[in-house]
T-cell receptor
Framework: AQSVAQPEDQVNVAEGNPLTVKCTYS??????LFWYVQYPNRGLQFLLKYITGDNLVKGSYGFEAEFNKSQTSFHLKKPSALVSDSALYFC???????????FGTGTQLKVEL | DGGITQSPKYLFRKEGQNVTLSCEQNLNHDAMYWYRQDPGQGLRLIYY???????QKGDIAEGYSVSREKKESFPLTVTSAQKNPTAFYLC???????????FGPGTRLTVT
């Protein structure tokens, strides 16, 4: 069975500082990995994905993530956080050839002035 | 505009009543999904459909039913058999395996 772990329920960071939201996964074979963001009472918005190729993936709004196969991780990063980045972030994994996307429990990011 | 629509945004029902949540997409995507979101639990898959007239149970299908008579539509019925129906329900679609899922705005269902 595939699974995703987001070990931090909440991450606090000051505006202008770098941010990292952690994600580790478990899946059979090579994964498809995704990050989504959710604002209150809204649907999920896609940020970025890793399918194949370069381990460093760049996405929307200045976010990036690094795929690390040996550590089975896909941490989300941004060099300089904005207050408007405050939201709920979800990591998700899908096995190649599989039909289902499995989500982590989410990490609440709070960026303060 | 292309996208996924869910209606209504808020829905209130009395316990013991069945209720149907709407999900429509004009993206020409084959696959559609229903998720339930509860605080601290992330998204859990209820049902999914990869093609018209075919659907599969997800991880928490008990107390729910779906139909896929048209490519554009994937309605979810929350039956009276669902023990804890109050939740935020999200519909999604995708054009294929390596692609991201596109989400609708969600329906918040409250059953009292």
């Amino acid at each position: 069975a595939q699974s995703v772990a987001q070990p931090e329920d909440q991450v606090n960071v000051a505006e202008g500082n770098p941010l990292t939201v952690k994600c580790t996964y478990s899946v059979s074979g090579n994964p498809y990995l995704f990050w989504y963001v959710q604002y209150p009472n809204r649907g999920l918005q896609f940020l970025l994905k890793y399918i194949t190729g370069d381990n460093l993936v760049k996405g929307s709004y200045g976010f990036e993530a690094e795929f690390n196969k040996s550590q089975t991780s896909f941490h989300l990063k941004k060099p300089s956080a904005l207050v408007s980045d405050s939201a709920l972030y979800f990591c998700a994994v899908r096995a190649r050839g599989g039909n289902k996307l499995t989500f982590g429990t989410g990490t609440q990011l709070k960026v303060e002035l | 505009d292309g996208g996924i629509t869910q209606s209504p945004k808020y829905l209130f029902r009395k316990e013991g009543q069945n209720v149907t949540l709407s999900c429509e997409q004009n993206l020409n995507h084959d696959a559609m999904y229903w998720y339930r979101q509860d605080p601290g639990q992330g998204l859990r898959l209820i049902y999914y459909s990869q093609i018209v007239n075919d659907f599969q149970k997800g991880d928490i299908a008990e107390g729910y039913s779906v139909s896929r008579e048209k490519k554009e539509s994937f309605p979810l019925t929350v039956t009276s058999a669902q023990k804890n129906p109050t939740a935020f329900y999200l519909c999604a679609s995708t054009p294929g395996q390596g692609y991201e899922q596109y989400f609708g705005p969600g329906t918040r269902l409250t059953v009292t």
